[in-house]
Nanobody, 121 residues
Framework: QVQLVESGGGLVQPGGSLRLSCAASGNIFSINGMGWYRQAPGKERELVAFISSDGSTYYADSVKGRFTISRDSAKNTTYLQMDSLKPEDTAVYYC???????????????WGQGTQVTVSS
């Protein structure tokens, strides 16, 4: 089994910063990529940022220049540094990882339980 455990959410004022962490554990042979999605009330879940095993990154247009995704491969952990936060960033943030559990097995997508980020004065 694979588990993703997120931390770092909370309440922050507009313009503030938060850092989310997501650690993967369990039967992990390799991690193809890790990323963050978010879902605001009444809206669909959307991709925020993703980092591949080769270090290449993707950001949604709405967070470019404000959010930074990084990864510590030795710890199977990804981080999302969120700066200049806006009220519209308020959402539940979910960690996602594409993981191969055993050699020659196909990669599967795994999800964390979600962490609430609220940006409000």
């Amino acid at each position: 089994q694979v588990q993703l455990v997120e931390s770092g959410g909370g309440l922050v004022q507009p313009g503030g910063s938060l850092r989310l962490s997501c650690a993967a554990s369990g039967n992990i042979f390799s991690i193809n990529g890790m990323g963050w999605y978010r879902q605001a009330p009444g809206k669909e879940r959307e991709l925020v940022a993703f980092i591949s095993s080769d270090g290449s990154t993707y950001y949604a247009d709405s967070v470019k220049g404000r959010f930074t995704i990084s990864r510590d491969s030795a710890k199977n952990t990804t981080y999302l540094q969120m700066d200049s936060l806006k009220p519209e960033d308020t959402a539940v943030y979910y960690c996602n990882a594409v993981i191969v559990t055993y050699p020659y097995y196909p990669a599967r997508s795994y999800w964390g339980q979600g962490t609430q980020v609220t940006v409000s004065s």
